[in-house]
């Protein structure tokens, strides 16, 4: 089955500054590649989630590049607010993109004010 | 319009007793996911529907674990002689299947105690 592996467990970044969490996938057939924000007490709330046949999606201060061969993909928040302080996790599903989730362990994104 | 509901927001059991967990997706979503998960780690998926019968239910530990949704809609999870291992977070999730989007949104989730 597909194992997602996620770096770094932590990170602390200064406000302004841009933070980036990387992900590896072991299934070649994945085909949906997630990033889930969850803050405390809460569910995971989709930020951004890009499909394999595009390398790169960008919405406004989030970003996700991916690369299929490689089987690595990553996320990048820029002019980073405290707002954006809760656990990342990423994600990758099969070839529809609906079906189970294979979730990483998580980052904890710290913004230092 | 409403997001995805669960209930009860917290469960606290003996172990050995019998479990129910519920879920309300989002109305019209005919996909619906339960996830586990641990502290300090991300959700593992337990089983989805898709309408009324279990699509994959490869992720249901053992056979303590059950799950029903019997008219397309709400969904139950079942656990019997609960563990204290089984103590976790329970999340629900409904997708609208077929759509362009095919993003899962979660519910708060249900935090199970076995003690």
């Known amino acids: 089955g597909e194992n997602v592996e996620q770096h770094p467990s932590t990170l602390s970044v200064q406000e302004g500054d841009s933070a980036v969490i990387k992900c590896t996938y072991s299934?070649?057939?994945?085909?949906?590649f997630p990033w889930y924000k969850q803050e405390l007490g809460k569910g995971p709330q989709l930020i951004i989630d890009?499909?394999?046949?595009?390398g790169e999606k960008k919405d406004q201060r989030i970003a996700v590049t991916l690369n299929k061969t490689a089987k690595h993909f990553s996320l990048h928040i820029t002019e980073t607010q405290p707002e954006d302080s809760a656990v990342y996790f990423c994600a990758a599903s099969g070839l529809f993109g609906n079906e189970k989730l294979t979730f990483g362990t998580g980052t904890r994104l710290t913004i230092i004010p | 319009g409403a997001g995805v509901s669960q209930t009860p927001s917290n469960k606290v059991t003996e172990k050995g007793k019998y479990v129910e967990l519920r879920c309300d997706p989002i109305s019209g979503h005919t996909a619906l996911y339960w996830y586990r998960q641990s502290l300090g780690q991300g959700p593992e998926f337990l089983i989805y529907f898709q309408g009324t019968g279990a699509a994959d239910d490869s992720g249901l530990p053992n056979d303590r674990f059950f799950a029903v949704r019997p008219e397309g809609s709400v969904s139950t999870l079942k656990i019997q002689r609960t563990e204290r291992g089984d103590s976790a977070v329970y999340l629900c999730?409904?997708?609208?299947?077929?759509?362009?989007?095919?993003?899962?949104?979660f519910g708060p989730g249900t935090r199970l105690t076995v003690t």
């Open positions: 890009i499909r394999s046949n595009v």
């Open positions: 999730a409904s997708s609208l299947w077929g759509a362009p989007s095919v993003e899962q949104y």
């Open positions: 299934d070649s057939a994945s085909n949906y």
